[in-house]
T-cell receptor, first 112, second 110 residues
Framework: NAGVTQTPKFRVLKTGQSMTLLCAQDMNHEYMYWYRQDPGMGLRLIHYSVGEGTTAKGEVPDGYNVSRLKKQNFLLGLESAAPSQTSVYFC???????????FGDGTRLSIL | SQKIEQNSEALNIQEGKTATLTCNYTNYSPAYLQWYRQDPGRGPVFLLLIRENEKEKRKERLKVTFDTTLKQSLFHITASQPADSATYLCALSGYSTLTFGKGTMLLVSP
């Protein structure tokens, strides 16, 4: 039972490049979330999904897109990477919105 | 605007003592409040959830209180151990999402 798996674990990009971060969960959770964590800023919600085929904006959605084509997967895309998007990205999932969230171990993304 | 405050300074205590961490919030009426633990290089791990109509919740050496009048939650670790050293995050539940505090680092020395 893997829980929440994030791919890749590390990545270095150049400004302007695009990439997709993958999150997979095997707990049959309805809700999935993408956060970024920066020093001194805490965890901030980027986008989330309340079920297959749905997405919604969080606190800091600009520069990111998401898709939830399958219930178990939640993809985060960076269309044109900027240095300000250097961060650690965490994916999480839960049965419902006010229930405990299960987190992956993060993707460390550096944009030069 | 909604605000969640946790002590930004690390809390240093000796092994065996009780650690008490504070989470204060304003402009928010959460139905649930949750506490998570985060170790360096890892994702947060859920510890406890307390509902607005509950005053206190316990799990082994952990205890959480929730005072909706004071808009404050206290998180206690009794008989602390060096293995309890980590950053502890409080999170307030909305309908679909959580809003996290910035966390407090706890350091337990032998």
């Amino acid at each position: 039972n893997a829980g929440v798996t994030q791919t890749p674990k590390f990545r270095v990009l150049k400004t302007g490049q695009s990439m997709t971060l993958l999150c997979a969960q095997d707990m049959n959770h309805e809700y999935m979330y993408w956060y970024r964590q920066d020093p001194g800023m805490g965890l901030r919600l980027i986008h989330y999904s309340v079920g297959e085929g749905t997405t919604a904006k969080g606190e800091v959605p600009d520069g990111y897109n998401v898709s939830r084509l399958k219930k178990q997967n939640f993809l985060l895309g960076l269309e044109s990477a900027a240095p300000s998007q250097t961060s650690v990205y965490f994916c999480a999932s839960s049965f419902y919105g006010n229930q405990p969230q299960h987190f992956g171990d993060g993707t460390r993304l550096s944009i030069l | 605007s909604q605000k969640i405050e946790q002590n930004s300074e690390a809390l240093n205590i000796q092994e065996g003592k009780t650690a008490t961490l504070t989470c204060n919030y304003t402009n928010y009426s959460p139905a649930y409040l949750q506490w998570y633990r985060q170790d360096p290089g890892r994702g947060p791990v859920f510890l406890l959830l307390i509902r607005e109509n509950e005053k206190e919740k316990r799990k082994e050496r952990l205890k959480v209180t929730f005072d909706t009048t004071l808009k404050q939650s206290l998180f206690h670790i009794t008989a602390s151990q060096p293995a309890d050293s980590a950053t502890y995050l409080c999170a307030l539940s909305g309908y679909s999402t959580l809003t996290f505090g910035k966390g407090t680092m706890l350091l337990v020395s032998p």
